[in-house]
Nanobody, 127 residues
Framework: QVQLVESGGGLVQAGGSLRLSCSAS????????MAWFRQAPGKEREFVMG????????YYADSVKGRFTISRDNAKNTLYLQMNSLKPEDTAVYYC????????????????????WGQGTQVTVSS
């Protein structure tokens, strides 16, 4: 079972940048597809970006296209989310998630596709 710990959140002005990290332990990181989700107060958890085990594919929500970049370093057991040109609507708790790709029938953009979750890190973008 893999444990996930996010870091790098904080308060930033609109137009600024942040880089989130998600450190994995307790499992073979390279065997998991990974993703970032976020949840704003009063809203459902929503998909942000994802990346496959082999880094062969990345996928993203339209709302972050051209602004966010996902990457992973399998040697360091770490997932990253580089967030540029931040907007107030990006304010949320950001979660990383890991999937064993076990064929649940859900889309990779669904929270149900993922088996493990971190505790989240707050990102606040001021206007």
């Amino acid at each position: 079972q893999v444990q996930l710990v996010e870091s790098g959140g904080g308060l930033v002005q609109a137009g600024g940048s942040l880089r989130l990290s998600c450190s994995a332990s307790g499992g073979t990181f390279s065997r998991y597809s990974m993703a970032w989700f976020r949840q704003a107060p009063g809203k459902e958890r929503e998909f942000v970006m994802g990346i496959t085990r082999s880094v062969s594919s990345t996928y993203y929500a339209d709302s972050v296209k051209g602004r966010f970049t996902i990457s992973r370093d399998n040697a360091k057991n770490t997932l990253y989310l580089q967030m540029n040109s931040l907007k107030p609507e990006d304010t949320a708790v950001y979660y990383c998630a890991a999937s064993r790709d076990s064929g649940t029938g859900y889309s990779r953009t669904s929270p149900h596709y993922y088996d493990y979750w971190g505790q989240g890190t707050q990102v606040t973008v001021s206007s």
